[in-house]
């Protein structure tokens, strides 16, 4: 059942009646593949949907969004099929929400507002419950007018305003008490967060952020790679907080891998903004991996929404390394349909564990790629020099010599200064390993 902020305290919702729209700027079926989505995401909420209706709209309209004739319809067949609550996939304004509920007698939402409600339902971590709490506020101000609307049982004894003051005035005086309140917690929240990453970047280790559509697998591959414990459950949004966990290279190289919030088509620009401090570590991430659900008929719009949300949080131009999950269940069309999207992909399995290693081979090739490659030779006596290396650099090859220990490999160029000079010059003729290095 579900209790939406909107509703009064003693409402349950139960029963939703459904209406996806299907306009002439979308493609030929989007209207009925959104509605899909509409109806896992209500379904995550645990409402039962009585039922669903794809509108065709020419022009939308100022009052209902839809004509009289259409929204009077609508309204007399959810009311026969005993819902509780209409749900749009469509963007609502506050007026168009307040003549449908005058319209219809029932509680009317849009899809900004469930996925609110769904991410409200996932969010476990101080910040995720902040940024949602936010959202949920700067949403629902201009909406006070609502049928289903009031905000008493949320006040203290100690906020009701002076004589004279309406319900209406005092309901948004609140509102606006919250989101300044929610605001000054999730800027000493994002205070702690950059303070956590300074200290981690106090040694150099290289980052990459997994990002993709939600339910594509994300958490699972972080499971896989890492051995952490990640929640990974086949739901939309089955976790909203960000986990970091170290990932163990070979020649000694560590990554630190974090698994982010999953993304969505039509995402409410308000969660986009609230969730800045979740996303960050997409944004300072040293590369990315897109996850994509390979069995999934809608890969291609998962794709394009990933890469848009990319470009809101301008990481659109990181370095990607673009990931086909569930490769164990793809048949040879699904998989052509993926190397189409991205020729370079990566065909794997997160359940099974089946092409790991080739992501693990390219995740040591863009670290690579990114750090400074040289020879070293470190006096015996200066082996704090040595495990430094080891802890901020990736070692290809090492061996022991008399006069030292010979490395060959790449570290960050931030550390030139504490190895620069054990540096050996290219034309140095001990700067030639002496063992095989395979």
Known sequence: M?????????????????????TRERAPGEGAELLDELTELVENLRLTVTRRVLVNLRQPTPALLLGSGKAEELAEQAKADGADVIVFDEALSPAQQR?????????????????????ADR????????????????YSLPRLTRAWTHLSRQRGKGAMGGEGETQLEQDRRIVRDRITHLKAELAEVRKQRSTQRRLRQRVPV???????????????????????????EDKLFATLDPTTRQLQLRGNQKLLVTDTVGFIRRLPHGLVEAFKATLEEVVVADFLIHV?????????????????VLRELGADEK???????KADLADDEERQRA??????GLFLSARTGQGLDHLVDRCLELIADSLGATTLLIPHGRYD??????????????EQRDDGVFIQGRFPPSQAGTFGPFVLAADDPRAAPREDPA
């Open 2 to 22: 579900a209790d939406f902020l909107d509703t009064p305290a003693s409402t349950k919702l139960e029963r939703a009646f459904l209406v996806g729209v299907q």
């Open 99 to 119: 003549n449908w509920e005058k319209l219809s007698g029932l509680a009317v939402i849009d899809r900004q507002e469930v996925i609110l409600e769904v991410f």
């Open 123 to 138: 969010a476990h971590t101080r910040e995720a419950v902040l940024q949602v709490a936010l959202a949920r506020m700067e």
């Open 206 to 232: 290289p980052t990459a952020a997994i990002v993709g559509y939600t339910n594509a697998g994300k958490s699972s591959l972080l499971n896989a790679l890492t051995g952490a414990s990640v929640l990974a």
């Open 292 to 308: 994509l659900d390979v069995t999934h008929p809608n890969i291609a719009q998962h794709h394009g929404t990933t890469l848009a």
């Open 319 to 325: 370095r990607t390394l673009t990931v086909f999950n």
């Open 339 to 344: 190397h189409r999207l991205d020729p370079q």
């Open 385 to 398: 020099i040595v495990a430094r290396f080891h802890e901020v650099g990736h070692v290809q090859h090492e």
